[in-house]
Each structure stands twice: as structure tokens, then as C-alpha cells.
């Protein structure tokens, strides 16, 4: 299933896809947010927004407009808790 | 002097890099600025075995080499100016045992400059706690240096470290990766171009965001031969170059890092949930910000009694000790009671930063980033504008310096615009001596009058920012990329050194720099007070005992005078009745006419004194602003203290004490309010301080720029005065247009 970070659900896994040069700030790949991979949706905001992942054992808050910019592969289904 | 070693700290954001500082240095470390910006410069001396000394310089946090900040670009530019005195000999890149994959990417770009580098290895003691296990050895290897296993929180493996920078000179300067590969032909002619350049460092200057090494940077453009890459190009290779690295970072830990998934959850994730629900997250923030305002309230009373007893004292002291005369009043009444003035708000600072930098330490300040970001959003603010907000409560300047971790330069700009509307901690004495002028003392609701007006005061601060941001929002049309990366530190207890230096660190630089301002205004004040040119200056005293000698003295005094002797002849006839003392009536009357001699003297002294005023240097600048202040409910006097308080907010309750004169043996805020409440105005009658003017000049306060201090470093940040002189006119115009609707409607 193709989904992009924005649409996981609290415990979800995936791993980064390729994705276009431009698109996110070199921060965020110091940080790991490299294609290949995993991405944890760690804790939601209250008010949905940001949201908080585990992306290479870095964990960090990002907006929902730059997470749907991240396409994902999913790896477990069922770790919604 | 014999050389000593450069040592520069270097590493990401949350990793203990100012613990491992503070454990090399101790308390021999000094914080100032690099030249001609504000950010800071942390440098201290550290001992080394077999007698050797260290310079130890503390650089910015980053997560790599390609900057996106001015703080970044300080620690990328030292690294690569070989000229600079402070080059260091050998890096120390601190990482965290948690965080080590992430932090390597520092490292490998610093060992790929050549610049010899030690890895610290922090936070060994969460170790075991994590699951984490590691292959020193074989790491040492792969990663061709040395390693110091560190704990900081225990203290263990510091002399390691200490050693190993002693031996710097063994320390291999080979490169890590080879960044060639990611575009080799694009090297290739880098290297035609600049045979005698590491290309490594080229690439970097080539690819800095920030204004960076502009004499190198022009070198390469103006090269013909050479041509540049457009952005996205070269942004490309960033990106490729990153993924090389951490190509190379996971080869090597796959072998060396083992981690225990299972132990490496389990409370920072229970803590998380808790610390970020919907409703007990904003719950909890809202109960700790309420006990850090108690906290600041209840605690500094005693401390503060205590520095305002010795003030007093000393003004005292230097009375009776020095031979009178114009430079003995100067020292006891221009700059002693200007310098207390702001001493006696140190324990309040002091826990305000104390607090400050533990929601930091403890990695709370991130989760309130999380929870409010979305909050702030509307108003063109971002959950990283909460930070300065909160700090602007201490006081504006680093809350202003904070909004650098802002990635959006329109969300720092307008952060940057509205954080000097928070009340800063200048602002308290103003409203405390306002405050118990004019409201009074009953309760509503078990709540007092006077708290409760403080705590509106507070909430109208907030409210002013958010509404002055949402107009901002609309009004200025900057395009930015919106951008928001908050890193989510581990939970840690604090440090104790650490809470204390920054602590210590943050209150002497507020009170040296004020203090220098206030010294400044005091001697000006003084002086300008103190002398005049006007034949009435002259003549003071004859006028002035003319006119007691045809009018009496003013009404205040002659009922101060009565009641005075009231008071004394009770006290008097009480003595006398518990035969304290045998006298009789006689000696009494006599007694009663030497006191009264006694306050009358005072009196007409005072009323000289402030006639002088009126006709001083300062008495004809009152008198010639008076006309401005006057539809605000102030007389000239106040006018003054307004006026000198822009220069600093908190030199007002200095300014009116200086000019109402007090009587010097009595420089405390119950007398000077009492003058204050006293103060009648020549025409109406009525007292000067009364609810409308009150209300007026807390409001004026409330809102008016008020601090020149905080202007000089908006320009600094901003690069340009056109923002400090918009916040500087606005601002003030605002406060100037709602104290006069508040005294014209209250009066």
C-alpha cells in the first residue's frame, strides 16, 4: 500500500520512497528522513497537527504539509494501539 | 606564554555539549559575542595532563556542516578559516549514545575538512537503561580516530578525553568519505580550477545558504573558467552527498551498534503520551506556567527585602562616611538608589531564567513547541514563537535572540515584532508601585483587587502580541517557504551545573547591562536636576522662605507637621504616664515646640528643594513636555520619568524617586509611594495619582517601547533599523492613543 506520512495512524510503520530532489529541506535529511528508510508515527498534536515521527531513531515534529510530501511504503498493519 | 591547544566542541543540538563544556572547563569559562553578532561565544581554559592548557571553545549546535543559520555558519566558518585565532587544533564532536547515527553525519563531514577529530561518545550511562551496546574498539577503527566514552551526568570519562586531546598530534587527518564520487566530473573541475584547494572545503563554501566567507565565495564566481551550478542543482548534491554518508554510517554500525529495541521504549513514551494529550497536555503546560509565576512571586519577597535593607544601608553609609557635598550626594542618591532599583528585581530574574532553562534541560520546552504550533498558526506565529513569548517574560532581549530555531523568516519577523508587548520583568516595579497606589486593597472572589490587576496586566501583554501578530500576518508580504522541524530531545533530568551557570550567566549579563544604562540616566538626571541657570534657581531659598513667610507651607506639610505632632505627643504623654520619664508640663510644651521646630525645618527644606527642581535643567524639560502629557493625566514630573524611561522601563520608579525629592534617610518604595499618593495637582486639587492617571500610565507601559537595549538587538537580528524604528513609532503611538482614551474616559 502507497501512502504518504501524513496518512499513517498513531504506531504505523513505513519506509521512505524515492522522492524528488527538491521538495524537503536538507534539515530534514540530516535528520534521516532519507529514502529507504523507516518512519514511526510516534504522537499526534491535539489538534491534529503537527504530527511527531521516529524516522531513523530521530524523533521529530513536522507539519502535515511537509509529512504528505513523504510517500511511504507500509510495512505492519497492525500496530494501531 | 607557552601555546596552548585550540579545542573547539562541536555537535547537534541536545547532545550535552555544554555539559561536556562545563565539565573541561569548570567555572573558568566567559560568555560574550563574536564580533558584530549576537551570537554567543562560550570559550573557557581547561587543564590537560603532564601541564598542558586548553582553549575550549563552545560552538553553536548543528546537525551538519551545510548551514541554514547565522549560529551555524559562526561554527561552519571557524572551521574552515584556517586564518582565524581561534582555529581549532583538534574538533571535539560530541554525540549521544542514542542519537549516534544522526550525529556521525557531523562527524564525518569534520574528519573529511582534515581537522583532527575526537569522537565523544555522551550520555554512556543511559546505556545499559537503552540496550544499547557498542564495539568501541572495532568503532575507533572504522571511523580512523579516537573515542571517549563520557558521562557527563556521572562524571566518568572526562580524563579520557582529557588525555586524548593532550595527545591531538596522534590523531589521523585522513577523510571519512569521499564526496568526489557523488558528481565526479563536477570535482574534477573544481580541482583544474583550485589545484591548491581541499576540494571537500570548496564544496562547502560553494554550497552555505548564509551570507558566508564573501571574499572566497566571490574568488570562485569570479573564476571564468569556472561556471556555477543553479540552487536546485546543487541542492541535489547535497541531498546525494547526505545519503553517501549515511550509506557509510550504516556500514559501520551494523557492526559496532547493537540496540534492544524492547528496553528502548517504554517511559519516554508513556511520558510522551501523558505530556501531549489533548486535554492534559495544554492542562498541564497551562498548571506549570501558573506555579512558575507563583513560584517567581512567592519565593523572591525574601531576598528581595534583604537587598533593598542593604541598599538602604549603603546609601546610609556613604552619607555618614564621605564628607558631604555634591559628589557624596551623587554617589548616595543618583547612583545607589538608581542601582538598587534594579538589583532588587535580581531574585525575580534569577528564577525566572532558573525555570526557563529547566523546561529547556528537561526536554519540555519541545513538547510545548508540539502542542501549541497549531494554536499559533493563525496568527502567523509558529509553535517555536511560544519560546520567546515565555522568555519574554524574563525579558525581551534573548527571548528576541531565541527566535533564531524559527525556520520561516516571516514567522520570525513577526515573532520578533510583537514579543516586546509580553511583560517583561521591567515592567514589574512600574506596576507594583502603580498598582499600590491606585487600585485598592479589598478582595473580590477571595482574589485581590491588586493581584488580580497584575495578572490583567500580564494577559493584556499576551493579548497585545497575538493581535499586533494577526495584523502583522496580514499585512506584510513576505513569501517563505513554510518550514517546521522540531527535534524531540529524550527526556533528562537536569543538570544541576548546568541550570546553575545559565542561571548565573543570564542574570549578570541583565543586570550589568542595565545596570550600565541606569548609572548613566541617574548621573544625567542628576545633574540636569541639581542645576539651572534661571535667577529663580538661584535664589531658591529666599524665594521659597518669602513665600512660607507671607502663604505658610503647602498643605501637604502643614498636615504631615500636625499629624506628626500628634503622633510624637502621645507617644510623649504615654511615657510620661507609664513614668518612662519625670518631667513636667512645662518641659513637655517645650519639648513639643522643639519637635515641631524640628519638621518645620524639614518641611520648608523640602519645599526649597523641589522649588529648585522646578526651576532646573530638568524642571524646564518637564515643563516643555507637559503639554504632551498632560491629556494623559500626567503632571511634569511624570513626564520626566517617561521620558528617561525609554530608555530602560525599569529607571521610572528611579526617576520619580530622584525628582520627588524623599527625604534621604527614608530611600524606601513605602516612602516614595507615600509621596507619591501625596502629590496634588496645583490647579485641581485633586492628586495626581489617582485611578485614571493610574490606569493610563499602565496601560502607556503596558504597551509602549520602552527599552533601547531591546531595539539595538531587533536591528542586530532583523539587519536593518527600518523594524526597530516601526516597533519603536508604533508601538509607543498605540500606547500614547490608549492611555489617553483610558484617562479621558476614567476621569
Known amino acids: 500500500m502507497e501512502i504518504t506520512v501524513a496518512q499513517l495512524k498513531r504506531g504505523q510503520k513505513g519506509i521512505i520512497k524515492e522522492f524528488a530532489d527538491d521538495i524537503l529541506p536538507i534539515k530534514l535529511l540530516e535528520l534521516g528522513c532519507l529514502p529507504g528508510n523507516q518512519v514511526e508515527l510516534v504522537q499526534v498534536a491535539p489538534l491534529k497537527d503537527p504530527i511527531y515521527i521516529n524516522v531513523n531513531g530521530s524523533h521529530i515534529a513536522i507539519r502535515r504539509s511537509m509529512a504528505a510530501l513523504i510517500q511511504l511504503e507500509i510495512i505492519e498493519e497492525d500496530t494501531v494501539r | ?747
Open chain 2, 1 to 747: 606564554m607557552s601555546k596552548q591547544i585550540n579545542v573547539a566542541l562541536i555537535g547537534n543540538p541536545n547532545t550535552g555539549k555544554t555539559s561536556v563544556f562545563n565539565q573541561l572547563t569548570g567555572l573558568k569559562q566567559k560568555v560574550g559575542n563574536y564580533p558584530g553578532i549576537t551570537v554567543e561565544k562560550k570559550e573557557g581554559v581547561c587543564k590537560l595532563p603532564r601541564g598542558v592548557k586548553a582553549h575550549i571553545l563552545d560552538l553553536p549546535g548543528t546537525y551538519s556542516l551545510n548551514t541554514t543559520s547565522l549560529d551555524e555558519s559562526v561554527a561552519v566558518e571557524l572551521l574552515l578559516n584556517k586564518n582565524d585565532k581561534d582555529h581549532p587544533d583538534v574538533a571535539v564532536v560530541i554525540s549521544d549514545v542514542e542519537n549516534l547515527k544522526r550525529n556521525l553525519l557531523l562527524f564525518t563531514q569534520i574528519k573529511d575538512l582534515r581537522i583532527p577529530a575526537i569522537l565523544v561518545i555522551n550520555m554512556a550511562d543511559r546505556m545499559t537503561r537503552t540496550g544499547i551496546s557498542l564495539d568501541i574498539p572495532l568503532l575507533e577503527e572504522k571511523l580512523d580516530t579516537k573515542i571517549a566514552l563520557v558521562s557527563t551526568r556521572k562524571g566518568t570519562g572526562i580524563d579520557r578525553l582529557k588525555e586524548l586531546i593532550s595527545e591531538y598530534k596522534t590523531l589521523s587527518r585522513n577523510p571519512n568519505v569521499d564526496t568526489t564520487v557523488i558528481e565526479p566530473s563536477y570535482f574534477e573541475r573544481l580541482k583544474e580550477t583550485f589545484p591548491n584547494q581541499d576540494l571537500y572545503k570548496l564544496w562547502l563554501v560553494i554550497t552555505q545558504d548564509v551570507n558566508f566567507m564573501p571574499i572566497e565565495k566571490m574568488l570562485i564566481k569570479d573564476s571564468s573558467s569556472f561556471t556555477t551550478k543553479s540552487k536546485s542543482e546543487l541542492k541535489r548534491l547535497q541531498q546525494k552527498e547526505t545519503i553517501l554518508r549515511y550509506q557509510f554510517i550504516n556500514g559501520i554500525l551494523k557492526e559496532t551498534y547493537k540496540i534492544d529495541i524492547a528496553a528502548a521504549k517504554g517511559f519516554r513514551a508513556s511520558l510522551d503520551k501523558i505530556l501531549t494529550h489533548k486535554i492534559f497536555g495544554y492542562l498541564i503546560f497551562f498548571v506549570i506556567l501558573l506555579s512558575i509565576f507563583q513560584a517567581i512571586y512567592d519565593w523572591s519577597g525574601y531576598p528581595q527585602a534583604i537587598i533593598e535593607t542593604f541598599f538602604a544601608s549603603a546609601s546610609e553609609w556613604v552619607k555618614n562616611t564621605l564628607p558631604p557635598g555634591v559628589f557624596t550626594n551623587l554617589i548616595a542618591e543618583g547612583v545607589l538608589s538608581g542601582i538598587g532599583g534594579i538589583v532588587v528585581f535580581v531574585p525575580q530574574i534569577a528564577f525566572l531564567f532558573l525555570f526557563i532553562s529547566l523546561l529547556e534541560e528537561t526536554g519540555y520546552m519541545s513538547r510545548v513547541v508540539f502542542l501549541m504550533d497549531k494554536l499559533m498558526r493563525p496568527f502567523g506565529l509558529s509553535g517555536k514563537s511560544v519560546v520567546p513569548l515565555i522568555s519574554g517574560t524574563a525579558c525581551a532581549i534573548p527571548a528576541v535572540m531565541a527566535t533564531r530555531t524559527i525556520e520561516n523568516w516571516k514567522e520570525r519577523l513577526i515573532t520578533i515584532l510583537v514579543t516586546p508587548f509580553t511583560t517583561c520583568s521591567a515592567r514589574l516595579p512600574v506596576y507594583l508601585i502603580i498598582i499600590a497606589l491606585v487600585i485598592p486593597k479589598g478582595r473580590f472572589l477571595g482574589l485581590n483587587y491588586q493581584g488580580l490587576t497584575l495578572m490583567l496586566l500580564y494577559l493584556i501583554g499576551f493579548g497585545a502580541a497575538i493581535l499586533a501578530a494577526m495584523v502583522l500576518n496580514r499585512i506584510l508580504k513576505i513569501k517563505s517557504r513554510s518550514f517546521f522541524v522540531v527535534e524531540m530531545p529524550n527526556y533528562k533530568l537536569p543538570l544541576f551545573k548546568n541550570v546553575v551557570f545559565t542561571v548565573w550567566e543570564k542574570t549578570k549579563s541583565f543586570v550589568v547591562g542595565a545596570g550600565k544604562i541606569i548609572l548613566a540616566i541617574a548621573i544625567i538626571l542628576w545633574f540636569l536636576g541639581s542645576n539651572g541657570i534661571s535667577d529663580n534657581f538661584k535664589n531658591a531659598e529666599e524665594i521659597v522662605e518669602k513665600r512660607i513667610a507671607s502663604e505658610g507651607l503647602s498643605d501637604f506639610n502643614r498636615s504631615n507637621i500636625e499629624s506628626g505632632l500628634v503622633a510624637y505627643n502621645e507617644a510623649l504623654r504615654d511615657s510620661v504616664q507609664n513614668e518612662v520619664y519625670r518631667i513636667d508640663a512645662a518641659a513637655i510644651a517645650d519639648s513639643l515646640q522643639q519637635r515641631k521646630e524640628a519638621l518645620f525645618e524639614t518641611a520648608k527644606n523640602q519645599e526649597i528643594s523641589s522649588f529648585k527642581l522646578e526651576n532646573s535643567y530638568m524642571g524646564y524639560m518637564g515643563k516643555a513636555i507637559e503639554p504632551i502629557v498632560k491629556p494623559l493625566g500626567y503632571d511634569w514630573k511624570i513626564g520626566i520619568a517617561v521620558l528617561t524611561s525609554f530608555a530602560a522601563r525599569e529607571v521610572f520608579v528611579g526617576t520619580l524617586a530622584t525628582i520627588y525629592s524623599v527625604g534621604s534617610d527614608e530611600e524606601n518604595t513605602d516612602t516614595i509611594t507615600q509621596r507619591m499618593a501625596a502629590e496634588v495637582d496645583p490647579t485641581t486639587k485633586k492628586p495626581i495619582f489617582n485611578l485614571a492617571s493610574g490606569i493610563s500610565l499602565l496601560l502607556f507601559y503596558a504597551f509602549a517601547m520602552q527599552c533601547m537595549s531591546t531595539l539595538a538587538v531587533v536591528k542586530r537580528e532583523t539587519n536593518s533599523w527600518k523594524w526597530p524604528t516601526a516597533q519603536l513609532v508604533f508601538m509607543s503611538t498605540f500606547a500614547y492613543l490608549v492611555a489617553l482614551i483610558a484617562y479621558q474616559v476614567l476621569k
